[in-house]
């Protein structure tokens, strides 16, 4: 799927469903021609994506390109992604930058390139904070020279994708920058447009699916009616439970001050566990008087009492009202909430 750009403004990726891309060489401003993404793929397979970029410089150079590639975590993308780059001035491989990296980005305040973009960019619209900054810099510097048209582009291969074995719904983000200039642009004219830019952003409006796999869809660019922080957890961590009683309209449990947990719990033995009682040990409480937004925070192996020898792999769970008569399960249904107690 080739996908053009039209962009007006250093923060319009912010308001947007998107996939970000920024692509420079010092003092050399960037425009992203075009994008060839897949728009799905399936659990394991191995996608390709390339990135088309022109580029005019007004000065002369050398810089590494800082490339970062924002995937959910459990894809393991460092570990399984290989990305070079291609241009009019020379080829080259991209080197992983790991998260503990010891190089300082440029005009960063002090930290790293993975952080500097997590700081910068956030998570790139995405709903759920299981994401997180791949970073990676030029093998060696690039040359360039004042009034250079550079063109490129940034090829990407990520094998084995979907490490976890979970179906997908993300927004993928990219971003390449120059060690030099970092997320900065040339503010001069008083504007922060494409053509001033030491950097550069590509909006895509769907987001990826992948498809497959043996666990638990995970939906980062979809409102939830229910999420669980972290995302990712076992039974002996201590967990948050949220429940929005806004997504759906009408609101399902409308009038509400307070709503209940109703869960059973499958044990490493095979047996069962149903705690459904409405009461403090299973009540959500709403953030504020009107908010919607209810939460409740527990330690799995006490809810459901589990053992010496016990793990608890796997809950199923209602959101109900007060009296217990009302109970709400996944998309609004009467079919159960599922969570699956997994660290990666």
């Known amino acids: ?181 970092g997320f900065t642009f040339d503010g001069n004219d008083g504007d922060s447009s494409p053509t001033t830019e030491y950097y550069n952003e590509f909006v895509n409006p769907s987001c990826f699916e992948l498809t497959g796999g043996t666990g638990d869809l995970v939906d980062f660019c979809n409102p939830q009616l229910t999420t669980i922080d972290p995302p990712k957890s076992l039974d002996n961590d201590i967990v948050t439970l949220t429940y929005n009683n806004n997504v759906v309209t009408p609101a399902l449990l409308a009038n509400s001050s307070a709503v209940y947990l109703c869960a059973t719990a499958t044990m490493s033995d095979g047996k069962t566990v149903t705690v459904c009682d409405q009461s403090a040990q299973t009540m959500l409480t709403q953030t504020s008087a009107t908010s919607g937004i209810y939460r409740l925070t527990f330690w799995p192996r006490k809810l459901f009492g589990a053992t010496t020898g016990q793990t608890v792999i796997s809950m199923t769970y209602f959101i109900t009202d007060k009296s217990g008569s009302t109970k709400i399960g996944y998309g609004g249904t009467s079919a159960p909430f599922t969570y699956k107690f997994k660290c990666t």
């Open 1 to 181: 799927m080739k996908v053009r750009l039209h962009i007006k403004g250093k923060n319009l990726w912010r308001l947007c469903t998107l996939i970000v891309l920024c692509i420079v060489l010092s003092c050399c401003y960037t425009i992203i021609d075009s994008v060839d993404q897949p728009g799905s793929a399936v659990v394991g397979s191995t996608v390709k994506i390339t990135v088309n970029v022109k580029n005019s410089c007004n000065s002369s150079g050398t810089a590494r390109i800082i490339f970062g590639f924002l995937t959910p975590k459990g894809w393991k993308t460092g570990d399984n992604a290989k990305v070079t780059y291609s241009s009019s001035k020379g080829d080259g491989n991209m080197v992983l930058l790991p998260a503990n990296s010891t190089i300082i980005a440029a005009h960063s305040n002090g930290v790293n390139w993975p952080t500097y973009m997590k700081n910068f960019f956030g998570n790139a619209g995405n709903l759920i904070d299981d994401v997180e900054w791949v970073a990676y810099q030029s093998d060696v510097p690039v040359n360039y020279n004042n009034g250079d048209k550079i063109t490129g582009t940034i090829n990407i291969t990520i094998n084995n994708i979907g490490a976890d074995g979970n179906p997908t719904l993300v927004k993928l983000a990219y971003v390449v920058a120059n060690d030099q200039n």
